[in-house]
């Protein structure tokens, strides 16, 4: 398999193979190769349809049906190739040769590359296209950036400060205490404290301690499972109870939830019923629902468990079955390689749960989570040991 974006007589090409085929977009306008004129170029798949949009202007185009996985465990290489022997014979028109030009703001999987001299894991003959200490990307929130000596001055928007315009002018002389975020609130020319995991009050400068977790948007805790190299990962568990009055959020994400191609686990809440997802290979995603269940948003507490045995799910509600079914009989892939993360309640600040999940669930976690399990352990997990933000004390009326 592979993805390949090249300039061809002058329009730009996208080619790609899921397996069985080789698709072929090419844009409608060539590029400026006056070397003065900047492009945006956006190209990718969805599933086996591909898309190639320069400067607006899309054209999209779909593989056969069947085949929507794009499997390449290899480098990423941005510009030429460390040998021309490595470039599949299907993935350009021509003979292959190296880009010459600029390129800027690389984005794949909505996480930007580090176009540096230090962050790529290697490459060769490259220089700054700027020319100068301002690149693309040293001023901040549209901060203007000025050569000045042997460094470089940005010239800040009136509501940002910082060296790079980093730091909103409402967050400058926070009094935000230990680790937690400061969130600039420009409509009241103030701010707001996100406390960390452990900490609460307006300043978060209030330590506390919990056993039932409170989520209240933009709130979650990254929880890793000590004990993850020991596990069956063929024979998975995670029972847990919650209690919410909301008809939309994600309750626990159960994987490392880095690209596409993690397996995963997460149970959750969509149109007011429970959703459980699985996934464990090629992100073949397994939505199981069960309509019977509007009750979720009730605000009672409510206790679930989801057993994986392989492909074999079964999906416990208040101690009844509700889902018992087999998602690939084939058994191709029957472990969970979940790399011992388990999210509750969403993922880090500004990671948005329909982004991150791809749209399998809405929103982030408002209610409250106790007595969590994984697999067959004897005790349930310290919630309070993981890693987050903006949870606090359920048992608190505050």
């Excluded at 149970?267 to 290979?281: E, F, P, S």
Aim: proline share 2%; net charge negative.
């Amino acid at each position: 398999d592979f993805l390949c974006i090249s300039l061809v007589n002058g329009f730009t090409q996208l080619r790609y193979n899921l397996g069985d085929k080789t698709v072929i977009l090419q844009t409608l306008q060539k590029v400026h190769a006056n070397g003065n004129t900047w492009h945006s170029l956006k190209a990718g798949r969805v599933g086996n349809e591909g898309y190639l949009d320069l400067d607006g202007i899309n054209i999209t185009q779909k593989a056969n049906p069947g085949m929507n996985v794009l499997d390449t465990h290899t480098d990423f290489f941005v510009g030429g190739v460390s040998s021309l022997s490595l470039v599949n014979s299907m993935a350009i028109e021509n003979e292959p040769t190296g880009f010459t030009g600029c390129i800027r703001e690389i984005v794949i999987n909505n996480r930007e590359l580090k176009l540096t001299a230090i962050d790529p894991k290697g490459g060769a003959n490259i220089g700054d296209c700027d020319g100068t200490v301002c690149g693309y990307t040293v001023c901040k929130n549209s901060g203007t950036c000025q050569v000045q000596n042997s460094g470089f001055f940005c010239s800040c928007p009136k509501e940002w400060t910082g060296t790079t315009c980093e730091q909103s002018i409402h967050c400058s002389q926070n009094m935000c205490g230990s680790q937690a975020l400061c969130i600039p609130q420009p409509s009241s020319f103030s701010y707001t404290c996100v406390c960390a995991l452990g900490w609460s009050g307006k300043h978060c400068d209030s330590k506390i301690k919990f056993y039932i977790a409170k989520f209240v948007g933009n709130s979650y805790i990254k929880y890793t499972d000590p004990y993850y190299g020991k596990r069956d990962l063929q024979y998975s568990r995670i029972s847990l109870n919650f209690t919410t009055n909301q008809t939309e959020g994600l309750i626990v994400w159960m994987g490392k939830s880095e690209d596409e191609d993690n397996d995963f686990l997460a149970i959750g809440i969509a149109n007011g019923t429970l959703k459980v997802v699985i996934n464990l290979g090629e992100r073949i995603s397994v939505p199981l629902m069960h309509s019977k269940y509007f009750t979720c948003c009730d605000e009672r507490w409510h206790f679930v468990t989801v057993v994986q045995n392989q492909t074999c799910i079964k999906v416990y509600f208040d101690e009844e079955l509700i889902v018992f079914e087999d998602i690939d009989p084939l058994r191709k892939y029957t472990a969970l390689n979940y790399g011992g993360i388990c999210y509750f309640g969403g993922f880090e600040i500004g990671r948005k749960v329909s982004v991150v999940t791809t749209g399998l669930f809405q929103k982030q976690f408002i209610g409250k989570i106790k007595d969590v399990v994984l697999f067959q352990d004897s005790k349930k997990i310290q919630l309070m040991k993981g890693e987050g933000y903006n949870v606090y004390d359920g048992n608190s009326e505050n």
